[in-house]
């Protein structure tokens, strides 16, 4: 095993990049093995402290998945996606609060289907 000494930004880009490329691969996956399933909100959270901190949005429907699929990067698929995410100069992800769809507001929080995918470092 080999160890790579690099800076924080670099790192912390790395992450970025691992995020991007997380929530894109989920994203695909529910669209690929539900075919009824048109349009979602994506949202990357970070437990910490017992609060729900959101570092990465994105609303989706099918056809900008598919293009987000054709990208490079993570990061290039989540511009593709019209994402929503926030860092600092040194490119750690900060938490912002997410946009709720207007299809949402008035829908009682119960009768929002959502699934939760749990990834371990």
Request: hydrophobic share 40%; with cysteine; proline share 6%.
């Amino acid at each position: 095993m080999s160890y790579e000494k690099k800076e924080i930004r670099a790192i912390n880009k790395q992450y970025l990049e691992l995020c991007a490329a997380i929530l894109v691969r989920v994203t695909a996956k529910v669209y690929e093995n539900i075919p009824g399933f048109d349009r979602g909100c994506v949202c990357g959270f970070r437990r910490e402290h017992s609060q729900n901190d959101c570092f990465l949005a994105a609303r989706v429907d099918r056809e900008k998945i598919v293009y987000a699929c054709q990208a490079s990067t993570g990061l290039a698929a989540l511009q593709r996606l019209e994402d929503e995410f926030e860092t600092d100069p040194m490119l750690e992800l900060q938490p912002f609060e997410p946009i709720i769809p207007d299809e949402w507001q008035d829908v009682p929080p119960q009768l929002i289907r959502s699934l939760h995918v749990k990834i371990f470092k």
